[in-house]
T-cell receptor, first 113, second 115 residues
């Protein structure tokens, strides 16, 4: 089955610094990848997505990088702010139109003042 | 433009009772997904439905759990004879198209506590 994992359960960064959150997946057929942010007591909130025909996509202060060769996904957040404190999940699909997303366990990003 | 709505937000049930969780997708979305999240864990896919059809229930426990998405009204996740292990946050997501290739918008979740 799909195995989606993150390299660190907790990441602490200084306010204003850049942060990088990593994710590894196992299904080479996965072709759609999403990063979600979840604050305490709330549902996951979409941040950015990327399809397998791309290796980089940028949003506002966020960049997602996809390396299909090593099945690795990362989320870069520039100039972190206190409001960025949350748990970040990567999610991947099963590939070939498989239903449902498979989520990693999450990385808790802590922004220190 | 209302997002995905779930109710109740919190639900307490005694062992053996039934829990009914409701989800109204975003306007214009006809694809609904249910996920379960245990504390300190990621979300686990349970079931994917379209109007009046269960498309994929590969993540649903074989017993006590059922889901529906009628032609009219919200999607319902039903858990019969709840046990303590059912305590979790249950999230619903909707998308304008299915098959896991499109952004899924999540509701605020229902936190089920079984006592």
């Amino acid at each position: 089955g799909e195995n989606v994992g993150l390299h660190l359960p907790t990441l602490s960064v200084q306010e204003g610094d850049n942060s990088i959150i990593n994710c590894a997946y196992s299904n080479s057929a996965s072709d759609y990848f999403i990063w979600y942010k979840q604050e305490s007591g709330k549902g996951p909130q979409f941040i950015i997505d990327i399809r397998s025909n791309m290796d980089k996509r940028q949003g506002q202060r966020v960049t997602v990088l996809l390396n299909k060769t090593v099945k690795h996904l990362s989320l870069q957040i520039a100039a972190t702010q206190p409001g960025d404190s949350a748990v970040y999940f990567c999610a991947v699909n099963g590939g070939g139109g498989a239903d449902g997303l498979t989520f990693g366990k999450g990385t808790h990003l802590i922004i220190q003042p | 433009n209302a997002g995905v709505m779930q109710n109740p937000r919190h639900l307490v049930r005694r062992r053996g009772q039934e829990a009914r969780l409701r989800c109204s997708p975003m306007k214009g979305h006809s694809h609904v997904y249910w996920y379960r999240q245990l504390p300190e864990e990621g979300l686990k896919f349970m079931v994917y439905l379209q109007k009046e059809n269960i498309i994929d229930e590969s993540g649903m426990p074989k017993e006590r759990f059922s889901a529906e998405f009628p032609k009219e009204g919200p999607s319902i996740l039903r858990i019969q004879q709840v046990v303590r292990g059912d305590s979790a946050a249950y999230f619903c997501a909707s998308s304008p198209a299915g098959q896991g290739n499109h952004e899924q918008y999540f509701g605020p979740g229902t936190r089920l506590t079984v006592t």
